[in-house]
C-alpha cells in the first residue's frame, strides 16, 4: 500500500542544524556529512527543528507496515530504555523490476540519537540520522531504497536480530513545480460533450535500458480508478483523491509501477467520477465559486532508465474517452451501471471496441487557482479503502481480546459486527416479503456499499435501496410494515440500479463511485432468488489503525464503545463527516471538535486530521474567521464559536495526543488569527450577545436548548485557554501573558453576565449551563461553586437521573461528574437503558442501534434530521479511556488514575481492561474490585508501561472515609499502614495513594477499610 516519501535539500539542511544543536550540547561525535534519511511511504516529512524527529513507534510501525518482524521488547525487568544502536539502508542501483542478483549495493550507518532535557539524564524518544558521509548529498529523486533495524535495550547485553530488509522509495520532490514547468505537455482532459468516465491510451517504451524507475503521478477528480495493462493499481483504495477546496486545494497519489511497466507495448486506463466535484448533488452551496464542474484528469508518468534517460507520458490529447458502463454517479444518489456496456480488456493493449464511441479529450481547465496561490499536492494521509485494507491492528502491542483479562462472558454480548471480521460483512438474514423483492439485514449500521452476485437475462435492471432502519411504527397498529425507512435520508436516494449483461455465468455488481450509509437494503427485481451466499458488504473509510481498546464488566458501557468505534470510522472519509447517509455528510467543525479526543484514543488518525486542519486553513479569511463546514458547503462565515473551536481543539488535542510540538508551532499563528476574530466580535457584543448560530444542539426533547450566548462563550474562553496553554508551551511568553490576562476579565464576565445572585445557578438552571459553567477554570467562586454543583446534581436527581444536555455540554458532563466527587452519578448516567440515555439507543422496543444516533429520541422523531450514524455524542467515549481506565497523556509522563465506584455501586462497574498503543508503545491498565479471598475492600490493579516510559500510578479510596491498609506489588508488600515506605505517596486529605515506576509490567493490590 505504500507510496513515496520525500526528504528535500532544505530539510536535509534542517536535519544538519538540529543534529549539530544537539550534539554541541551532549558532546557527541562529529556529524559531517550525515542525512536524515528514514521517512514514511506516502508522506512528505516535515522537519522538527528543535523537537524530535522520528520516535520508536513510527519505526516499528514503518517495519509492521512492510510485514518484516521485530522482536517484542519484553518488560520483564522495569526501567527498561532502548538504546541506540546503527541501522543500515542498502541502496538497490539496477532497479528491483529487473530481480538482477547482481545488484549493487552501498551502505551507510544509520545512527540512533535519542532527545533528553536539560539537567535530566533519562534518554526518551529516539530519532534517526543517516551517516551519509558514502551517499550523495540528498537522496535520489524517484529511486529505491532498503532498510532494516535492531534495537539495543539496557535490560539485555544483546542487540535484537536484524529485521528483514525493507524497500522503500523517494518520489519527486517538487511535483508542482514540475508540473509548472511542464504545463504545455500536462492538461487536464475531460469532456463537455459527453460524460466522459472512462479515459485511455497505449505506449511504448523502447528497449533501450533497464527501467530504474517509474512513477505514475495521478488526480482525477472528482474520484478515479486506475488501470495498467488490464490491472486495477490498488485495488482497494476507493473514493480518491480526497475531498478539498478543489481551487485551493487538489490532491494528487504517486503509485510506483516499476515492476509493472514492460519493454514494449503498455495501456494505461482511468475510471473517472463525480465525486464532490461535480455540481449534480443536493444540497448544492449556494457559493458560485465553490460550484465545480465535470470530471476530469491530470496524468504523469516518469520513467527513468539505468542509462540516466528518461521518458513521459501524460494526460493529453493523444488519449481517448468514453462514456462508460456507468451512466450516472453520485455521492448521495448512488449509481446507475449498465453492464452491456462493459468493455472488459478495455485498459489492455491490442483493445479496439467498435461498438463504442471514442473520442478524443477536451482539455479543460485546472480545478486549482494558480493565481491564488491554490497548490496541487501530494494526499499526505491514509486514503479511503474498502474491505480488508482499511482498517489495520496493533495486535503485536496487544490490542487484542485474547489478551483481555476480561471474559467473552464478563464483556457481554455485543451487538452488531466485529471490527475484526476483516472488513466484508455477510448478512445476517435475507427475507423475501414481495415477489422479486428482496430484504437484507447487514445486522450492523454500516458505511460502504455491497457486493451482488446476479444471475438473469440481459437488460433487466435491478434496483438497490439502502437504509439504516426500517419503517416506523404505525401510528393506528403500533406495527412496522417492514419496509426500509429512507424519509431520514431526505434528499439523498442511496439508490443503486444494475442492468444485467446477461452473463450465463452470473455477474458480480459492487458500486465504484458512491457510499451509503445503511444496515437494510432493499434489492428489488432481480430475477432469481439472492441468497446469503450472494451478498457481502464492504465496510469503506479512510485507512487506519485501531491502537485502543476498551471493554468492561458492564455491557451497556461495552455496546456504547461498539456504536462508537463504528459511528467514527464511517465517518471518516477523508475528512470527518457528520453522517454518512443523507443529503449532508458534511465536514462539520462542530462534530469534529466533540469526537477528536475520542477518536485519537481509538484510532491512529493523525494525519487524516493534519489534513483537516490543512482545509480548514485553507479557507480561513485573512480576518481570521472560520466556517461552520470546511469544505464550505452549508453554514457561513464566521462559524458558532462551538464549530470554530474545531481549529484550536483539533490541534491541541493532536499534540496531547502525539506530543509533538510541531503540531502547535505549523498551527499557532492560524489559531490566534481565529480567537482575534472572536474576539472582534465580543469587543462588539460582549459575552451577554456574543454571536452564535447553533448552541447547544440537540438536547433531548422535551428539554429546550440553555442560553446561547452562554454556550458560545464557553468555547470563546475554552479556545483562549487553550492559546494559553501553547504559547506556554512554545515559549511566546508575550501572548501568554496578554491572553492570560484577558482570560480572567473574560471568566469575570461570564459569571457577572451569567450568574444569577437571586437563584444561585446559571442562566435558565439548566444543565448545560451549569455544566459549561462548571468546566471553565476560574469562572465560578469558590464561595458559590457548590452551591451551583448541587444544583446541577439535583437537576439530574429531578429528572430520574437523567442527562438533559446538548452536543457540547455531554462532552464536559461526565469528566466533570467524575472529577468533583461525583463519578458514582457519572456511572449511573452512562449504565442508564431508560430516555433519554446512551443505553436506550439499544434498548428500545424499536430500533437496536449499533452506531450513536443523532438524536435522543429518534424513534419518535420526524424525518427533518434523524441521522442513527453520528460521532457528536461519541465524546463520551474519551471519558472511558481517561477516567474509568484512568489514562491520561501527558509531556512527560503517563497519569494511571481510575475513577472507582463507592461499595455501594460496584455492580455497576467491578472489571475493566484497557489498552492503549502510545508513542512509548503499548499502555495496558487493567483492575478488578474485591477479589481477595479474604479482604472485602480491595483491587487488583495490573499496568503495563512501555519502555523508554515512566508513570504515575494514583490509588483512589474505594469509599468515603476509607483508608489504606495494605499495597503489595507482586508478591511483595511495599507499603502498610505499619510501614510507611518513601516508594508510595500518601495523602492524608484525600487518601490518595500515588506510586511513581518506570516501564514494565507491574501488579498491585491496594486494600481499604
Known amino acids: 500500500m505504500s507510496s513515496p516519501c520525500t526528504v528535500s535539500t532544505e530539510q536535509v539542511k534542517a536535519t544538519r542544524a538540529w543534529v549539530e544543536a544537539f550534539f554541541k550540547e551532549y558532546d557527541s561525535p562529529d556529524i559531517q556529512g550525515w542525512v536524515m534519511k528514514y521517512c514514511e511511504p506516502d508522506a512528505i516529512l516535515n522537519m522538527r527543528d528543535l523537537s524530535p524527529i522520528k520516535g520508536h513507534k513510527e519505526i516499528c510501525d514503518y517495519v509492521k507496515e512492510e510485514h518484516a518482524q521485530i522482536p517484542i521488547i519484553r518488560h520483564d525487568i522495569n526501567y527498561v530504555h532502548v538504546l541506540p544502536d546503527r541501522i543500515y539502508v542498502q541502496k538497490d542501483s539496477t532497479g528491483i523490476a529487473t530481480n538482477d542478483p547482481e545488484r549493487k549495493e552501498i551502505t551507510a550507518k544509520l545512527f540512533c540519537v535519542f532527545w533528553k532535557k536539560i539537567n535530566e539524564d533519562k534518554l526518551t524518544s529516539l530519532d534517526i540520522y543517516f551517516d551519509a558521509i558514502h551517499l550523495p548529498e540528498n537522496l535520489e529523486e524517484l529511486t ?406 476498551f471493554s468492561s464488566s458492564n455491557p451497556v458501557i461495552n455496546q456504547i464503545q461498539h456504536n462508537i468505534l463504528w459511528g467514527q470510522l464511517g465517518n471518516s472519509m477523508s475528512l470527518p463527516t457528520d453522517c454518512p447517509q443523507r443529503d449532508e455528510r458534511k465536514g462539520w467543525m462542530g462534530d469534529a471538535a466533540l469526537s477528536i479526543n475520542e477518536a485519537l484514543y481509538n484510532f491512529d488518525l493523525i494525519k487524516f486530521y493534519l489534513n483537516f486542519l490543512t482545509l480548514i486553513m485553507d479557507i480561513q479569511l485573512k480576518a481570521g474567521f472560520v466556517p461552520d463546514t470546511v469544505p464550505l458547503t452549508f453554514g457561513i462565515y464566521p462559524a458558532d464559536p462551538n464549530w470554530g473551536t474545531a481549529l484550536p481543539t483539533i490541534t491541541w488535542q493532536l499534540y496531547r495526543h502525539y506530543n509533538d510540538i510541531q503540531i502547535l508551532r505549523d498551527h499557532y499563528a492560524s489559531i490566534r488569527a481565529y480567537v482575534e476574530s472572536v474576539r472582534d466580535g465580543y469587543r462588539i457584543t460582549g459575552l451577554a450577545e456574543l454571536i452564535y448560530h447553533y448552541g447547544d444542539w440537540v438536547p433531548p426533547p422535551p428539554q429546550p436548548k440553555t442560553n446561547g450566548h452562554l454556550v458560545a462563550s464557553f468555547a470563546f474562553l475554552h479556545d483562549v485557554s487553550l492559546l494559553i496553554n501553547m504559547s506556554q508551551i512554545l515559549g511566546y511568553s508575550n501572548d501568554t501573558q496578554a491572553y492570560t490576562a484577558f482570560y480572567q476579565r473574560l471568566a469575570e464576565e461570564f459569571h457577572r453576565v451569567f450568574f444569577k445572585t437571586s437563584t444561585g445557578y446559571y442562566a435558565d438552571g439548566m444543565q448545560a449551563a451549569q455544566v459549561l459553567a462548571l468546566a471553565l477554570s476560574n469562572v465560578v467562586p469558590a464561595n458559590v461553586r457548590n452551591g451551583v454543583l448541587q444544583h446541577l446534581l439535583q437537576d439530574i436527581q429531578a429528572k430520574g437521573n437523567h442527562i438533559s444536555t446538548g452536543i457540547v455540554s455531554t462532552a464536559q458532563l461526565y469528566p466533570l461528574l467524575s472529577d468533583n466527587g461525583h463519578h458514582d452519578l457519572a456511572m449511573e448516567l452512562i449504565t442508564s437503558i431508560t430516555y433519554p440515555s446512551y443505553g436506550f439507543m439499544f434498548n428500545n422496543p424499536y430500533e437496536n442501534a449499533t452506531t450513536i444516533w443523532e438524536l435522543w429520541n429518534a424513534p419518535f422523531e420526524g424525518p427533518s434530521m434523524n441521522s442513527r450514524n453520528h460521532h457528536m455524542f461519541a465524546s463520551v467515549g474519551a471519558w472511558f479511556y481517561s477516567h474509568l481506565a484512568g489514562i491520561d497523556l501527558q509531556s512527560d509522563l503517563i497519569v494511571i488514575r481510575p475513577r472507582m465506584v463507592s461499595e455501594e455501586k460496584k455492580h455497576l462497574l467491578s472489571k475493566i481492561d484497557c489498552q492503549l498503543s502510545t508513542l512509548y508503545g503499548l499502555v495496558h491498565v487493567s483492575y478488578t474490585r474485591d477479589e481477595h479471598d479474604t479482604f472485602a475492600n480491595s483491587i487488583l490493579l495490573r499496568i503495563t508501561i512501555p519502555a523508554n516510559a515512566e508513570a504515575k500510578v494514583v490509588f483512589e479510596p474505594l469509599f468515603p472515609d476509607a483508608k489504606c491498609v495494605t499495597v503489595t506489588e507482586g508478591n511483595e508488600v511495599i507499603w502498610s499502614v505499619a510501614d510507611k515506605r518513601n516508594s508510595v505517596i500518601e495523602d492524608p486529605q484525600t487518601g490518595l495513594m500515588t506510586v511513581h515506576i518506570g516501564s514494565g509490567f507491574y501488579e498491585y493490590q491496594v486494600f481499604w477499610k
Not at 260 to 284: C, D, T
Not at 352 to 368: F, G, R, Y
Not at 386 to 396: S, T
Open 144 to 549: 529505491h531504497y532498503q532498510v532494516r533495524l535492531r534495537l539495543w535495550t539496557s535490560a539485555s547485553e544483546a542487540a535484537t536480530p536484524w529485521t528483514s530488509w525493507i524497500p522503500f522509495r523517494t518520489s519527486m520532490y517538487n511535483f508542482h513545480q514540475y508540473l509548472m514547468d511542464h504545463n504545455d505537455e500536462v492538461n487536464w482532459i475531460g469532456s463537455t460533450q459527453i460524460y466522459m468516465n472512462e479515459l485511455r491510451k497505449e505506449f511504448n517504451v523502447p528497449n533501450t535500458s533497464l527501467i530504474r524507475s517509474a512513477t505514475i503521478f495521478i488526480s482525477g477528480i472528482g474520484y478515479y480508478e486506475m488501470y495498467l495493462n488490464g490491472d486495477n493499481i490498488d485495488p482497494s483504495r476507493k473514493l480518491d483523491p480526497g475531498w478539498t477546496t478543489y481551487q485551493k486545494r487538489t490532491l494528487f497519489a504517486s503509485y510506483d509501477v516499476t515492476s509493472k511497466i514492460k519493454v514494449g507495448m503498455n495501456a494505461v486506463g482511468v475510471k473517472l467520477g463525480n465525486g464532490w466535484y461535480s455540481q449534480e448533488q443536493y444540497l448544492l452551496p449556494s457559493i458560485p465559486e465553490l460550484n465545480y464542474g465535470l470530471p476530469r484528469l491530470m496524468f504523469v508518468l516518469h520513467i527513468i532508465f539505468e542509462n540516466s534517460d528518461q521518458m513521459n507520458i501524460y494526460s493529453d490529447q493523444t488519449w481517448k474517452g468514453r462514456q462508460g458502463s456507468i451512466i450516472h454517479d453520485s455521492v448521495y444518489n448512488g449509481e446507475t451501471v449498465d453492464a452491456r456496456y462493459d468493455r472488459p480488456n478495455w485498459a489492455q493493449v491490442g483493445f479496439n471496441d467498435s461498438l463504442s464511441l471514442w473520442i478524443t479529450p477536451e482539455i479543460l481547465p485546472s480545478p486549482v487557482n494558480i493565481t491564488a496561490n491554490g497548490q496541487l499536492t501530494l494526499q499526505d494521509m491514509p486514503p479511503i479503502r474498502a474491505g480488508l485494507d482499511a482498517l489495520h491492528f496493533e495486535v503485536e502491542h496487544g490490542v487484542d481480546e485474547k489478551k483481555s483479562y476480561l471474559s467473552k462472558e464478563e464483556i457481554g454480548n455485543i451487538f452488531g459486527a466485529s471490527l475484526k471480521d476483516g472488513g466484508i460483512l455477510k448478512p445476517i438474514s435475507v427475507s423475501t416479503p414481495f415477489f422479486n423483492v428482496h430484504t437484507i439485514d447487514m445486522g450492523q449500521n454500516m458505511v460502504g456499499w455491497c457486493r451482488f452476485k446476479f444471475r438473469g437475462p440481459r437488460g433487466v435492471g435491478i434496483y438497490i435501496r439502502h437504509a439504516e432502519v426500517l419503517s416506523q411504527p404505525i401510528v393506528s397498529t403500533g406495527q412496522s410494515d417492514g419496509g426500509l425507512y429512507t424519509d431520514n435520508l431526505r434528499g439523498a436516494t442511496q439508490s443503486d440500479t444494475y442492468i444485467l449483461s446477461g452473463d450465463p455465468n452470473g455477474e458480480i455488481y459492487e458500486p465504484r463511485f458512491t457510499v451509503h450509509g445503511f444496515r437494510y437494503i432493499t434489492v428489488f427485481g432481480s430475477p432469481t432468488p439472492l441468497l446469503i451466499n450472494d451478498v457481502e458488504c464492504l465496510v469503506v473509510h479512510s485507512e487506519t489503525t485501531v491502537k485502543g481498546h
